[in-house]
């Protein structure tokens, strides 16, 4: 059974641009949550979706969004990047929101210049 | 507002020893309790995840401990291997949503 996947990667910005990335959850897997990951922060939770429909939104500025399709794949988007916005964008997947056990992608490297 | 520590930020250890990871949260109403390990440059794998109601949980040579009273959980590795040199990070989740609160993580290095 295929893992979370991530695309892109990695990625370099400059400032001021905006960026999507993109997370395909496990087959099966209705809900899915993104964390950014910096050496300052830690690990920080975004926002979590389930059945196309945000349930939670972490403590960030509103140029972090998402969304959510109807086949559970997700998206974030941050909009006039700055370079705090450096970071790893790490997406997980679980079955549905009573489920406990997630599932982490490989994450994606944003690197704002 | 809960908070998560991770105490010691760093451990270096010859292999075949046994080992205790520490975490510490401020606030005791937690819903569960998740240990992670994460290699350089992957995601997180989820290791061992505790309840509120329960006391540990065991996965092979990994033992995780939670005592909700004084706010602390231990991960305990036995037998150590070069494997198993990662960063581990322990994660607090306060009710069924996923917002996990992740403590700043144990970078372990287990020398052959």
């Known amino acids: 059974k295929a893992g979370v996947t991530q695309t892109p990667r990695y990625l370099i910005k400059t400032r001021g641009q905006q960026v999507t990335l993109s997370c395909s959850p496990i087959s099966g897997h209705r809900s899915v949550s993104w964390y950014q990951q910096t050496p300052g922060q830690g690990l920080q939770f975004l926002f979590e979706?389930?059945?196309?429909?945000?349930?939670n939104k972490g403590n960030f500025p509103g140029r972090f969004s998402g969304r959510q399709f109807s086949n559970s794949r997700s998206e974030m988007n941050v909009s006039t990047l700055e370079l705090g916005d450096s970071a790893l964008y790490l997406c997980?997947?679980?079955?549905?929101?009573?489920?406990?056990?997630?599932?982490f992608g490989p994450g994606t490297r944003l690197t704002v210049l | 507002k809960q908070e998560v520590t991770q105490i010691p930020a760093a451990l270096s250890v010859p292999e075949g020893e046994n080992l205790v990871l520490n975490c510490s949260f401020t606030d005791s109403a937690i819903y569960n309790l998740q240990w992670f390990r994460q290699d350089p440059g992957k995601g997180l794998t989820s290791l061992l995840l505790?309840?509120?109601?329960?006391r540990e949980q065991t996965s092979g040579r990994l033992n995780a401990s939670l005592d909700k009273s004084s706010g602390r959980s231990t991960l305990y590795i036995a037998a150590s291997q070069p494997g198993d040199s990662a960063t581990y990070l322990c994660?607090?989740?306060?009710?069924?949503?996923?917002?996990?609160?992740f403590g700043s993580g144990t970078r372990l290095l287990v020398r052959p």
């Open positions: 505790i309840q509120s109601s329960q």
């Open positions: 997980a997947s679980r079955l549905s929101p009573s489920t406990d056990t997630q599932y």
């Open positions: 979706y389930f059945s196309e429909t945000q349930r």
């Open positions: 994660a607090v989740g306060m009710d069924s949503s996923y917002k996990l609160i």
